[in-house]
C-alpha cells in the first residue's frame, strides 16, 4: 500500500494526494502530528518536511515535485499532454514559487491559530520567524488586505483564463490544474471563506478539480 504522509495545511501534500486520487491509486493518507515528526523522522532518515511518500515496494519519496514526477512515469494519465510538457511544469513552478509566496503568507495566522496546543502554534511561529523574521506572522496577519491585492494581482491572468476555460492549459485538466488545487485546498484550510474572497472563479475550479477525485 501506498501512504502519504502530509499536513492537512500543505499545498505540497495536498497536491500530490489530488494526484493519487485522480489517477485512482489506491493509498493510505498519514497525517503527520505538527508538533511530533518522530516517525517521520525514523522512515526518511532525518526529513522531517512533507509530502513524503511510501511506494508499495517501500521507496521513500520526499519532495512534491519529485514525487509527482514518479507518480505521472508509473501510472497511465494525460496530466502532462505531449506538446505541452513545458507549459503544464512551468506553471507548476510559478504555483508553486510565485503564487504560494503570497497566498502562505495570507494563511499563516490562520493555520497558526488552528494548531491545538500552545507548543505548536510556538513551534509554527518559530520556523516563520527563522525565515522571515521576528513577529512575521502578526505581521501578515495586519498585512492581510495588501496581501489580498498582491494575490489577486499575481493570479490575474490565471483568473482571466479560468474565467475562458475550464482548466488552465484548456479543456482537459493537467498537472497545472493540481498545483493549483493544492493552494486552493491550503485556502479552504486555512480561512474557508478566503477562496471565494479570492475570486468566485477560483472556487468553481477547485470544485471542477474535486469532481475528477476517484476515492
Known amino acids: 500500500m501506498i501512504r502519504l ?6 499545498p505540497y501534500a495536498r497536491k500530490v494526494q489530488v494526484l493519487l486520487e485522480i489517477l485512482a491509486v489506491p493509498h493510505e493518507v498519514v497525517e503527520v502530528p505538527y508538533g511530533n515528526r518522530e516517525e517521520l523522522a525514523q522512515l526518511t532518515g532525518g526529513y522531517v518536511y512533507v509530502p513524503v ?6 521507496t521513500v519519496l520526499t519532495e512534491s515535485r519529485a514525487i509527482c514526477e514518479w507518480a505521472l512515469r508509473t501510472f497511465p494519465n494525460t496530466l502532462v499532454p ?14 508553486e514559487n510565485t503564487v504560494e509566496d503570497v497566498l502562505f503568507r495570507l494563511c499563516s495566522p490562520a493555520v497558526r491559530d488552528a494548531w491545538p496546543t500552545a507548543w505548536e502554534r510556538a513551534l509554527y511561529t518559530l520556523v516563520k520567524e527563522r525565515r522571515y523574521g521576528a513577529g512575521c506572522v502578526d505581521a501578515w496577519r495586519g498585512d492581510r488586505e495588501s496581501l489580498l491585492t498582491r494575490a489577486r494581482d499575481v493570479l490575474a491572468p490565471t483568473r ?18 493540481l498545483a493549483l488545487y493544492g493552494q486552493w485546498a491550503m485556502c479552504d484550510v486555512a480561512e474557508p471563506g478566503l477562496l471565494l474572497e479570492l475570486d468566485p472563479v477560483f472556487v468553481a475550479h477547485a470544485r471542477r478539480v474535486e469532481a475528477l477525485r476517484q476515492q
Open 5 to 10: 504522509h502530509r499536513l492537512r495545511y500543505s
Open 53 to 58: 511518500l511510501e511506494t508499495s515496494t517501500g
Open 160 to 177: 482571466t483564463t479560468l474565467q475562458h476555460q475550464s482548466f488552465v492549459l484548456g479543456a482537459a485538466p493537467t498537472l497545472a490544474d
Open 82 to 95: 505531449p506538446g505541452l510538457e513545458a507549459a503544464a511544469w512551468a506553471f507548476h513552478d510559478h504555483v
